[in-house]
């Protein structure tokens, strides 16, 4: 038989591409069912300019890789991510744009639009960011899970995606209420609101989602990608219609903070990114439900609750 003229282009395989990506995600395949946990180092993720530009990355390159059929996507430890690395935005604040205007974007469409594979989210704790575990196809939340935008509340606009996910998945009015107050929702409302697909007990969430992956595995090959297809479509509308206009807005927003000398830390018009650790690990405390309740200017005002709280609980990672 006579050769081609040229030949298939060889892609990187997945031990050279998780070698490129081993500081922000662990990954392992088993029988075509890959798991990616996210994480910073040896540490649990802790939000950085380089953490967010490499989920959009990865998403890309996993979807370029047809031996990964069914995808976990989880968070390393008993949470979600619910820290900043202090450290890890001076090149995100040269890059804004390409940060703000494409790789937000990116982060959303492309584990959308590039991974046209079963997806299965697993939430083994309350944390931030939430977007890449609700985006999955089936999403699978631990029973102390606790849900929140607490974008408004640093004073930031929230339209990074996730407001937009709110009003998509929640009702408009429950969405808005919940974007204004930064009010946070537990995982038995998350289910009851459609929110989520699936509450498992603490520790065993990963576990349910393997046990979730390899069912879906007995499905034929052609089948199982077609149908999660059907699963992303309502999301591919969404994005398509909205979201570039949401992560415009919000960068809009940051600009003209940056330009009024107005971003940075607390007491600041807008609280810069590298410093929402200090918040996060209080709102997400799990003896703490302050958040829970409706909200009050007084309520609102948590920078000393939550100062004090860091003082008594420091981190221990």
Aim: proline fraction near 4%.
């Amino acid at each position: 038989m006579a050769k081609p003229m040229a030949d298939y282009v060889e892609l990187p395989k997945f031990d050279e591409y998780k070698e490129w990506f081993k500081d922000y995600f662990d990954m392992k395949r088993e029988d075509g069912i890959l798991e990616v946990t996210m994480k910073t180092g040896d540490k649990p993720m802790h939000w950085s300019g380089g953490a967010h530009r490499a989920m959009s990355q990865l998403s890309r390159i996993l979807s370029m890789d047809h031996e990964n059929e069914i995808l976990i996507w989880t968070h390393q430890g008993p949470d979600w991510m619910k820290d900043s690395d202090v450290n890890g935005w001076e090149r995100y604040g040269k890059e804004r744009f390409e940060h703000q205007y494409y790789d937000d974007m990116n982060l959303i469409k492309n584990m959308i639009f590039d991974l046209e594979i079963p997806t299965i989210g697993a939430m083994q704790g309350p944390g931030f960011h939430w977007d890449s575990f609700i985006l999955c196809d089936i999403s699978i939340a631990s029973e102390d899970c606790k849900f929140d935008d607490p974008h408004l509340q640093y004073g930031l606009v929230p339209g990074d995606g996730m407001a937009l996910l709110m009003q998509t998945l929640l009702g408009l009015k429950r969405a808005n209420y919940l974007m204004y107050t930064s009010q946070q929702w537990d995982a038995k409302q998350a289910l009851e609101w459609g929110w989520i697909s699936e509450i498992a007990p603490k520790g065993k969430v990963l576990e349910r989602a393997w046990e979730l992956a390899r069912l879906i595995k007995t499905v034929p090959y052609e089948t199982r990608c077609i149908t999660s297809y059907l699963c992303k479509r309502p999301f591919e509308h969404m994005i398509v219609n909205d979201l570039k206009l949401h992560t415009v807005n919000e960068q809009y927003s940051t600009m003209t903070k940056i330009a009024q000398g107005e971003l940075g830390e607390h007491g600041k018009g807008q609280m810069d990114e590298a410093y929402h650790g200090l918040y996060a690990r209080w709102r997400y405390d799990p003896e703490n439900n302050d958040m829970m309740e409706p909200q009050t200017e007084e309520s609102w005002n948590i920078h000393e609750r939550a100062v004090d709280w860091d003082k008594k609980n420091p981190k221990k990672y």
